[in-house]
């Protein structure tokens, strides 16, 4: 009865902001999929918002490649860069391709969520490819990197990170700060505690029996 009465309001209503609430109960609603044809018909919206966000919850939904495919011809980064996210946790066989044409995309949205998936799924050319736009000739490609790792949460990334916070633009310095100082304090949970010797009567007493 919830979803029905979800697909009549989608119908129904034209304020953007009543459909953004809607799109977030259908991305979080596992009987969603009764849903799909709404959402195809909002991705053709003249809202740039409601259809990137429409883009990305029809490709988590359906993983779809054809459907992605379309997503990635659209004019509007956001679309497109959506539908990328939306294969996070695909079957790599079907999105891979899908996934490297991703990373040629002329948009750094695209491209950096493209790397983080394919990083993920163990491809190696996702870290030289993050290493080389780590020095991209434009500061959004560059910040965009620096978020990537951030998601990909790995300190193997710590030395470009360094180069990143010693960048020009301050966008991808603060960028870059955030997410090294997340990686730094993963590292330092992560790493083994230090044994330290006991101390006290009774080891001292110990000592002196050894």
Request: aromatic letters at 4%; proline letters at 5%.
């Amino acid at each position: 009865r919830e979803l029905h009465r979800k697909r009549l309001e989608m119908r129904v209503t034209k304020d953007p902001r009543r459909i953004s609430r809607i799109l977030k109960l259908i991305d979080q609603d596992e009987r969603a999929m009764a849903l799909v044809p709404w959402l195809r018909e909002l991705v053709d919206s003249e809202n740039a918002n409601l259809a990137s966000k429409a883009a990305m919850i029809l490709s988590r939904l359906t993983k779809n490649p054809m459907v992605v495919h379309r997503f990635l011809q659209s004019s509007d980064p956001r679309v497109r860069a959506n539908a990328v996210e939306g294969l996070w946790g695909g079957n790599i066989e079907t999105t891979r391709p899908l996934l490297l044409a991703a990373v040629s995309d002329g948009h750094h949205r695209v491209v950096a969520n493209a790397l983080v998936e394919l990083y993920r799924v163990g491809d190696s050319m996702a870290v030289e490819k993050i290493k080389e736009l780590a020095c991209h000739a434009e500061a959004l490609f560059r910040a965009a990197i620096a978020w990537a790792i951030g998601e990909i949460d790995s300190p193997d990334f710590l030395p470009t990170l360094q180069l990143l916070e010693r960048d020009t633009a301050l966008a991808v310095r603060l960028r870059a700060g955030r997410t090294a100082k997340r990686l730094h304090g993963m590292a330092t949970v992560s790493a083994p505690a230090a044994v330290v010797a006991p101390s006290g009567p009774d080891s001292t007493a110990s000592a002196a029996q050894g």
